[in-house]
């Protein structure tokens, strides 16, 4: 069955640089989410978006934005990059904004 | 207090013992409830989820609900080496609007051969 894809799968970034991550969610799921997981902790949601509208909104510095365009493919910018945005980026989607949410392989940011 | 709570272990099993995890959370109204199993670098992947009180079952794993005491619980019987990995407790919280998963700091698990 067709998963979750993200891409890049790597990254590295120095510090004031921007980066754009891209999550394609499985085939007719309309809900995508982004989580942040950094170096020993639990994935912390970032934003979420449900039928191309932003739902909810998490702990996502102000220097991040996100969207979700007509194909239900959602895009994270991350502008001036620091030392502490190096993660884990996961997205996860799910088959309208109530069901079961399953992950993709994830982006490592590095920033350097 | 983390909203939801896990016990961060390890937690070591022998091989073929029943291993039991547990995490609690704190939002009463909480619905729907989520296993995740995350090998080291690697995304959470599903393992089981459960709405209702009671026990749910599937092949090894068996998840258990209890929303009076606040408790969910993940047992794994015939434990093998490839189960050891982070497992991550997840809720969807009725005071965060139920959408996005709030996760524990994951317990993890290791089965010795």
């Known amino acids: 069955a067709a998963g979750v894809i993200q891409s890049p799968r790597h990254l590295i970034k120095e510090k004031r640089e921007t980066a754009t991550l891209k999550c394609y969610p499985i085939p007719r799921h309309d809900t995508v989410y982004w989580y942040q997981q950094g170096p020993g902790q639990d994935p912390q949601f970032l934003i979420s978006?449900?039928?191309?509208?932003?739902?909810d909104k998490g702990s996502i510095p102000d220097r991040f934005s996100a969207q979700q365009f007509s194909d239900y493919h959602s895009e994270l910018n991350m502008s001036s990059l620091e030392l502490g945005d190096s993660a884990l980026y996961f997205c996860?989607?799910?088959?309208?904004?109530?069901?079961?949410?399953?992950f993709g392989p994830g982006t490592r940011l590095l920033v350097l | 207090q983390k909203e939801v709570e896990q016990n961060s272990g390890p937690l070591s099993v022998p091989e073929g013992a029943i291993a039991s995890l547990n995490c609690t959370y704190s939002d009463r109204g909480s619905q729907s409830f989520f296993w995740y199993r995350q090998y080291s670098g690697k995304s959470p992947e599903l393992i089981m989820s459960i709405y209702s009180n009671g026990d749910k079952e599937d092949g090894r794993f068996t998840a258990q609900l209890n929303k009076a005491s606040q408790y969910v619980s993940l047992l794994i019987r015939d434990s093998q080496p490839s189960d050891s990995a982070t497992y991550l407790c997840a809720a969807q919280l009725m005071n965060t609007g139920f959408q996005k998963l709030v996760f524990g700091t994951g317990t993890r698990l290791l089965v010795s051969p």
């Open positions: 996860a989607s799910s088959l309208t904004n109530e069901e079961t949410q399953y």
């Open positions: 978006f449900y039928e191309k509208m932003q739902s």
